[in-house]
C-alpha cells in the first residue's frame, strides 16, 4: 500500500515537471489578439505604426506624442492582453509630458509570429532603432518602461544600450524564481526554459533606475522586486505602490504620478527642469 501511494506521488510530480518544463510558454504568456480600445478613446491622438524586426516579424505599436515633449518613454507591457489594455497608463505618462511609444510582442495584438523570450529581446531591440534611427531621438531622450514580464525585457534591453532613465514596476527577479514561488514542489530552476533573469543584468545597467511595487501584489512577490532594488547600482529610487499587481499604479493614485515626477526630476538629464 505504502509503495503504491509513494509511486502515485512520484508519477504525478514527473508528470507536472513534464507539464511545466513542455508547455512553458503556456504558463508563461497571455497574448490577446483583438484590439478593444484605442488611445482617441481616452482622448490621445496617436500614431498606428508597423515594423519589422532583424527576424523580418512585422509589430505593430502606437505612437502617443506630447508637442515639445523633452522625453519619450518605450513601453513594455506585461505578459497577457495587448496594448489597447493600457490605456491608462498612457493618460498618466502624456500628463507627465512623455511621448510613448508603446509595442505589442510578436504574437500579441496586431503583432505577427509567435512568443518566444528571445523573440520579445529582438522586439525590444527593433523598437529602439525605430525611435532612434527612424523618428531620430537621441538614446538620451529615451526612458525605458517595463511592467511585469515587461521590467525583463526592459532590463535586458537597457543593457544592450544606456537609456536615460530605466523605470520598472511590479516585476521579478527571474521566472525561475517566480516558478519556485508557484510551485515550490518542483525543481523550478531546472525546469525553466524562459529565463528573463533580470536578477542577472541588474547590476550591470549604467542609468538611474526606479522601482515600484506593491507589498500586496498578488502575483508577483513584493520580495523579489525589493532583491532586484537590492541588487540595482545607485542611483536608483524605490516607490511602494497599494494594491494588487494589475491596478497597483491606479490604487495609489497621485502618489504614484508624484512619484514617477520626483524621479524624472532627480535623475532626468535635464537637472533643473522640472516636469509638471
Not at 526592459?154 to 514561488?181: G, N, R
Not at 525543481?187 to 538611474?208: E, M, N, V, W
Request: charged share 20%; proline share 4%; glycine share 8%.
Amino acid at each position: 500500500m505504502l509503495h503504491s501511494i509513494v509511486f502515485i506521488l512520484v508519477s504525478v510530480w514527473v508528470l507536472l515537471s513534464l507539464l511545466l518544463y513542455l508547455f512553458q510558454p503556456k504558463f508563461v504568456y497571455f497574448p490577446l489578439s483583438e484590439i478593444d480600445y484605442t488611445p482617441d478613446m481616452a482622448g490621445l491622438a496617436y500614431e498606428d505604426i508597423y515594423f519589422k524586426t532583424e527576424d523580418d516579424v512585422e509589430l505593430n505599436a502606437w505612437f502617443i506624442p506630447v508637442e515639445g515633449a523633452r522625453k519619450t518613454l518605450l513601453f513594455f507591457h506585461g505578459n497577457g492582453g495587448n496594448i489597447s489594455h493600457r490605456l491608462d497608463s498612457l493618460k498618466i505618462f502624456h500628463e507627465l509630458g512623455l511621448s510613448v511609444f508603446i509595442i505589442d510582442y510578436r504574437g500579441y495584438g496586431q503583432s505577427q509570429g509567435t512568443t518566444s523570450e528571445q523573440g520579445t529581446y529582438k522586439d525590444a531591440e527593433a523598437a529602439w532603432q525605430y525611435l532612434t534611427e527612424s523618428r531620430g531621438i537621441p538614446d538620451k531622450d529615451i526612458i525605458i518602461f517595463g511592467r511585469s514580464m515587461g521590467g525583463g525585457v526592459a532590463t535586458w534591453l537597457s543593457i544592450q544600450h544606456t537609456p536615460d532613465l530605466l523605470i520598472l514596476e511590479s516585476t521579478f527577479t527571474s521566472v525561475a524564481d517566480m516558478a519556485k514561488h508557484y510551485y515550490p514542489y518542483l525543481p523550478a530552476h531546472l525546469l525553466t526554459r524562459i529565463k528573463y533573469a533580470s536578477i542577472d543584468r541588474i547590476g550591470a545597467i549604467q542609468c538611474p533606475i526606479l522601482f515600484s511595487h506593491s507589498q500586496t501584489d498578488e502575483i508577483v512577490p513584493f520580495e523579489l522586486g525589493l532583491q532586484l532594488f537590492k541588487q540595482a547600482q545607485a542611483p536608483k529610487m524605490f516607490m511602494q505602490l497599494e494594491g494588487g499587481h494589475n491596478d497597483g499604479f491606479i490604487v495609489t493614485g497621485r502618489s504614484y504620478v508624484n512619484g514617477i515626477k520626483e524621479f524624472l526630476n532627480t535623475y532626468g538629464d535635464t537637472y533643473g527642469e522640472t516636469y509638471h
